[in-house]
């Protein structure tokens, strides 16, 4: 069964390491604890019973308490299709770079590659606007392209 665990919100991914390390401690039966990015304020606790979700939970930080009611696989089944992460971003669009030599550092998205999850984008910053190609995955969207273009 899988368990929906409530959270303060962005504390998500912190709690669910936690969680593993309290789970291998302790020799909790649980077999997983997933975060889902588009689920904020929420944790899922796959395990055989509520009361094991409850000994796991117990005296952590964060925990805002447990939804009563398991949720089925396959109600969360359409969470863990693979899609291509350039699928989410659009041209046009501001982004922060979250890895590599420009990490920090914000950019507009100028062209993307779906075929090789690739996306080309410019820093905003930079006093002379060079292309660089990054991975999907290193960067995240801040603006959506709708809203960059009327405010830029």
């Known amino acids: 069964m899988i368990y929906t665990v409530r959270t303060t919100v962005g504390q998500e991914r912190i709690l669910a390491d936690l969680l593993a390390v309290k789970q291998r401690k302790d020799n909790l039966q649980?077999?997983?604890i997933f975060v889902i990015d588009e689920m904020r304020g929420y944790l899922f606790v796959e395990a055989p019973n509520e009361v094991?979700?409850?000994?796991?939970?117990?005296g952590m930080p964060h925990i805002k308490g447990l939804v009563k009611k398991p949720v089925e696989f396959e109600e969360m089944k359409h969470f863990f299709e693979e899609k291509p992460l350039v699928s989410s971003i659009a041209k046009g669009d501001l982004v922060?770079?979250?890895?590599?030599?420009?990490?920090?550092?914000k950019a507009k998205v100028i062209r993307i590659d779906e075929s090789k999850d690739k996306i080309t984008v410019e820093l905003v910053e930079a006093a002379v606007p060079i292309p660089i190609t990054?991975?999907?995955?290193a960067v995240r969207v801040i603006r959506r392209s709708e809203e960059g273009e009327e405010n830029a």
């Open 52 to 58: 094991e979700v409850k000994k796991l939970v117990y």
């Open 134 to 137: 990054l991975d999907a995955a």
């Open 30 to 32: 649980v077999y997983s």
């Open 96 to 105: 922060e770079v979250v890895s590599g030599p420009f990490k920090g550092e």
